[in-house]
């Protein structure tokens, strides 16, 4: 895994509140599971930043090696990995995700 795709998915996650890492983007997601995510984002209406990870393999092979974490979607917030699809929407649901957003100063609904 070359260094500069760690760095390039470094620097995203360090400049960006909230970054959803998918397939496709927030408009046009092409997977189940990251549509899924960016409907409980649009739901609870984060801003956040996209990154389609199907435009490199080098960034979707790299993006699982940052975290160590083998699936797609991936969210993150002020830096830190939250989790997968499942995880988010269990936080979901039990409102734990709004919780990480709360004590990340993130607003939402």
Request: hydrophobic fraction near 35%; charged fraction near 25%; aromatic fraction near 8%.
């Amino acid at each position: 895994m070359s260094e500069s795709v760690q760095e390039e998915i470094k620097n995203i996650v360090d400049q960006n509140d909230v970054v959803l890492f998918m397939k496709g983007t927030k408009n046009q997601p092409q997977c189940g599971f990251s549509n899924a995510v960016v409907n409980t984002l649009s739901f609870m209406n984060i801003d956040y930043k996209d990154v389609d990870i199907l435009e490199s393999d080098e960034l979707r092979q790299g993006i699982k090696d940052f975290t160590n974490w083998p699936t797609i979607p991936q969210l993150y917030v002020k830096g830190e990995f939250v989790g997968g699809c499942d995880i988010i929407l269990d936080m979901h649901k039990s409102g734990e995700l709004a919780s990480v957003f709360d004590s990340k100063g993130i607003s939402h609904d």
